[in-house]
């Protein structure tokens, strides 16, 4: 089955920094890669996602590029602000519709 | 409206009861989960229910049943509860092409 690594598991950063979240995915069929973010207390909800067909996504200050060679994913936040503070996932998911998370990176912004 | 719901939002109970969450979802889609989130905040898939068709990872205790009674609906029996049984359990579903998958407000298992 698929295996999903994720790192690092905490990120602390100052306000205004980038900070970098890396995954790997051990499943070459997988094709689809969705970046939750978990706020304390809250849902898992989706930020944003890849398919295997594009190597690179942005939406405002966030982005996530994907290496399907190296099996490896990566979600960029730029200008971070507290409010960025959360648990983020990554996941992986292939021809069974059901997704792989990784363990979670708690990212903590200090303003 | 709030698109996957569940019930409780916090269970506190007795070691050696049974328990019930409910989740239920408005989005019309085929495919429902079951997910336990321990103290480290590990996302543990439990169950997922796609057509009738149900896939356990078989690392959960036979404790835990999942039942649906419809397409709309998927709930969690918990029999015996164990202290290790605390947690947050997320219910969440998906449908389409898309993959997204929508998680419930999640429900907060204590066992004392």
């Known amino acids: 089955g698929e295996n999903v690594e994720q790192h690092p598991s905490t990120l602390s950063v100052q306000e205004g920094d980038s900070a970098v979240i890396k995954c790997t995915y051990s499943?070459?069929?997988?094709?689809?890669f969705p970046w939750y973010k978990q706020e304390l207390g809250k849902r898992p909800q989706l930020i944003i996602d890849?398919?295997?067909?594009?190597g690179e996504k942005k939406d405002q200050r966030i982005a996530v590029t994907l290496n399907k060679t190296a099996k490896h994913f990566s979600l960029h936040i730029t200008e971070t602000q507290p409010e960025d503070s959360a648990v983020y996932f990554c996941?992986?998911?292939?021809?069974?519709?059901?997704?792989?998370f990784g363990r979670g990176t708690s990212l903590i912004v200090h303003p | 409206d709030t698109a996957v719901s569940q019930t409780p939002k916090y269970l506190v109970t007795q070691m050696g009861n049974d328990k019930s969450i409910k989740c239920e979802q408005n989005?019309?889609?085929?495919?429902m989960y079951w997910y336990k989130q321990d103290s480290k905040k590990f996302l543990k898939i439990m169950f997922s229910?796609?057509?009738?068709?149900?896939?356990i990872n078989e690392t959960v205790p036979n404790r835990f049943s999942p039942k649906s009674p419809d397409k709309a609906h998927l709930n969690l029996h918990i029999n015996s509860l164990e202290l290790g049984d605390s947690a947050v359990y997320f219910c969440?579903?998906?449908?389409?092409?898309?993959?997204?998958?929508?998680f419930g407000p999640g429900t907060r298992l204590t066992v004392l």
């Open positions: 229910y796609n057509n009738k068709e149900l896939i």
């Open positions: 499943d070459s069929a997988s094709n689809y």
């Open positions: 989005l019309g889609h085929d495919t």
């Open positions: 996941a992986a998911r292939g021809g069974s519709y059901i997704p792989t």
């Open positions: 969440a579903s998906s449908g389409g092409t898309s993959g997204e998958q929508f």
């Open positions: 890849i398919r295997s067909n594009v």
